[in-house]
């Protein structure tokens, strides 16, 4: 298949408007019900998830969600692989697992992870339903309510709501071009008595920005000497457009870094496998936290997935997505040139998914989403990935789910939305 034609879309049956950005006031159980935990009462739902339910329609250019091109997934060897799993061991597939995961896709995982320059082993991994249970899980072990997570500014919003449902406290680190203000921590840390520092150093979701080397470095040493934890997310690190992808902070951390990644952006999200990497103590621990969730990740998917890595060509495939999202990013960065006005900034990422826009002085991005699903475009406010002093004047582009022509015609749309709020600006 073309990666760059338009896949075909089912009719969807969308909701109103008003059901696009999260409301202030969820509703009370009913009276039957006692109240909710008070854990609850912080948990806003996620914006993009919200967003989506409008945005997916066939009829709207979506650059908000953060998804991979579905054309590329592998959906042939993944069924091939199924259907072999299902033949030779259908019992075993279809029974019950151990919570850590199925014994060869670790092997695999962590010999991927050699290669990345982590000296992980099996016994210290835990294969997870999709990365984002490798937070909740980190979360979960480590934090207590009223503690204090460092986190960038901005951040990935899904972490946030993780965060969020254990009561503690998000601090943001500021960011720049190159992602984190790691100089910025030892103040942090002294002020606030963090237990974590989360980020997500390459290819940031939402800003796109890298942390350069020397900063891992920082980040490492900094951390390690004030006995505080760091979580490394890195779903897109293998998405490097050219070059080698980024080293992870993990490969040289000294024991005090936590690391999770999945196969979302590679293989398909919907196969729900992520892994948690680290300590071994601590990663025995979320095995614990992981039995009480959910007892194990899906036998079959894990089983199709080892048994598709043992012959399917990996970096073939990843090599194929970096060209392809490469290039689409390309186009996005033409486009943003060509049709937006005078005014926005945007720095052009080196790999991954995102774009992060900022508007012209004066826009608020919450405040232009109506009228550009009106235009029937959509993307994501920034407001919903800052922890405090929230910003209204950016926006996520996700270029890597539109192909070309789309992109450019979205950039269009999205161009005038943008002039005609500037228009209305001088108006008034």
């Known amino acids: ?77 993944i069924a091939a692989a199924h259907a072999e799993v299902l033949g030779k061991h259908g019992g075993s597939a279809l029974q019950y697992s151990t919570t850590e995961g199925y014994g060869p896709l670790r092997d695999w995982i962590a010999h991927h992870l050699h290669g990345r320059g982590i000296a992980a082993r099996p016994e210290e991994l835990l294969v997870t339903s999709g990365s984002q249970q490798g937070i909740d899980l980190v979360a979960r072990v480590f934090l207590d309510p009223g503690d204090v997570v460092l986190v960038e500014s901005p951040t990935y919003l899904a972490a946030i709501q993780a965060f969020r449902a254990y009561q503690v406290r998000l601090v943001a680190v ?17 002020a606030h008595k963090p237990k974590l520092i989360y980020l997500v150093p390459s290819f940031q979701n939402p800003k796109g920005t890298t942390l350069p080397p020397a900063r891992r470095a920082q980040l490492v040493s900094i951390a390690a000497e004030h006995r505080v934890a760091v979580l490394e997310d890195d779903p897109y690190g293998e998405l490097a457009f050219t070059g080698k992808p980024p080293r992870p902070i993990a490969a040289d951390g000294q024991g005090n870094v936590l690391y999770v990644s999945t196969f979302s ?70 486009a943003l040139a060509d049709h937006l006005p005078a005014g926005c900034r945007w720095v052009a990422p080196t790999g991954g998914m995102f774009v992060w826009l900022q508007l012209p002085a004066g826009l608020n991005a919450d405040t232009l989403l109506p009228a550009a699903i009106a235009r029937k475009v959509a993307f994501v406010p920034g407001s919903a990935f800052f922890v405090d002093d929230i910003r209204h004047d950016f926006v996520r582009l996700n270029f ?24 209305a600006a001088v108006a008034e």
């Open 1 to 77: 298949m073309n990666p760059d034609s338009v896949p075909a879309r089912r009719t969807s049956t969308a909701p109103p408007f008003d059901a696009v950005l999260p409301v202030a006031h969820q509703p009370a159980p009913g009276p039957r019900l006692p109240a909710l935990a008070q854990r609850m009462a912080d948990m806003p739902p996620s914006a993009v998830r919200e967003i989506l339910k409008v945005a997916e329609r066939p009829d709207i250019l979506s650059f908000a969600g953060g998804l991979p091109a579905p054309e590329l997934f592998p959906v042939e060897a």
């Open 174 to 190: 500021p960011s720049d071009d190159h992602g984190m203000q790691v100089e910025a921590l030892p103040a942090l840390i002294a």
């Open 265 to 334: 952006k590679t293989l398909a999200p919907g196969l729900r496998i992520g892994w948690l990497w680290g300590d071994a103590a601590v990663v025995r621990k979320a095995t614990i936290a992981k039995q009480a969730a959910d007892l194990h990740t899906a036998t079959l998917a894990q089983q199709a997935a080892a048994t598709l890595l043992a012959s399917f060509d990996y970096h073939a495939h990843v090599s194929k997505i970096r060209e392809v999202y490469g290039q689409r990013c390309e186009t996005l960065l033409g």
């Open 400 to 423: 890597s789910n539109q192909p070309p022509a789309s992109i450019i015609e979205g950039m269009r749309r999205f161009g005038e939305v943008i002039s005609d709020a500037l228009d």
